[in-house]
């Protein structure tokens, strides 16, 4: 069954901790995306890569930081340093036709 | 900046009429505007998408027109049902050259009474 699968669905921060959301897609495709929602809000673009071992920052990129050592996974770490990050957020891939496709999500909370 | 503008931000609509939302735009060196659907506690799908050399484009129920000067392009969703329910995000992206990065519009709260 092909696509991107995230995990965890919902995942809880304490002060101060990082966690990390994961994104693995078995399409091979090249380039995958981390978004952020917000209620009432378009996707955010946090972080992209358009090949493995290459990434680059998107409109929202502080407090977060990225990963691409293999083709398919791209791993979100969100930091301490991101005080507001309570948010849904999503994953994508890119075919060669310019389709993004998203997985289901992580919502992250914060305790 | 790179943005895009959409309206309404809700829309309620009655079973078997049309739902009509807008998008508008700033940089013309846009090339690519697809159209998302979003569920609740789901990620968003493609609907339509079009290319900036066609004025219109059908699937089934869902038209995408496109009006090049005006920099704005609409999604038609013709005999709505309950089952559209859901929110619609347009979209853009200029190219391979800066990653295919899509620019979203805020969204629209799409409710399609019985």
């Known amino acids: 069954d092909g696509g991107i699968t995230q995990s965890p669905k919902y995942l809880f921060r304490k002060e101060g901790q990082n966690v990390t959301l994961s994104c693995e897609q078995n399409?091979?495709?090249?380039?995958m995306y981390w978004y952020r929602q917000d209620p009432g809000q378009g996707l955010r673009l946090i972080y992209y890569s358009q090949i493995v071992n290459d990434f680059q920052k998107g409109d929202i990129a502080e407090g977060y930081s990225v990963s691409r050592e293999k083709k398919e996974s791209f791993p979100l770490t969100v930091t301490s340093a991101q005080k507001n990050p309570t948010a849904f957020y999503l994953c994508?891939?890119?075919?060669?036709?310019?389709?993004?496709?998203f997985g289901a999500g992580t919502r992250l909370s914060v305790l | 900046q790179q943005q895009v503008k959409q309206s309404p931000q809700s829309l309620i609509v009655q079973k078997g009429g049309i739902s009509i939302i807008n998008c508008a735009y700033e940089?013309?060196?846009?090339?690519?505007f697809p159209w998302y659907q979003q569920f609740p506690g789901k990620g968003p799908a493609l609907l339509i998408a079009?290319?900036?050399?066609?004025s219109e484009k059908k699937e089934g129920r869902f038209t995408i027109s496109f009006n090049k000067s005006a920099k704005q392009f609409s999604l038609h969703i013709m005999d709505s049902q309950p089952g559209d329910s859901a929110t619609y995000f347009c979209?853009?992206?200029?190219?391979?050259?800066?990653?295919?990065?899509?620019?979203f519009g805020e969204g629209t709260q799409l409710t399609v009474n019985p």
């Open positions: 979209a853009a992206s200029r190219g391979e050259t800066s990653g295919s990065r899509l620019t």
């Open positions: 079009i290319r900036p050399d066609v």
């Open positions: 940089n013309t060196a846009f090339d690519y």
């Open positions: 994508a891939s890119r075919d060669t036709t310019n389709i993004q496709y």
């Open positions: 399409l091979n495709h090249d380039a």
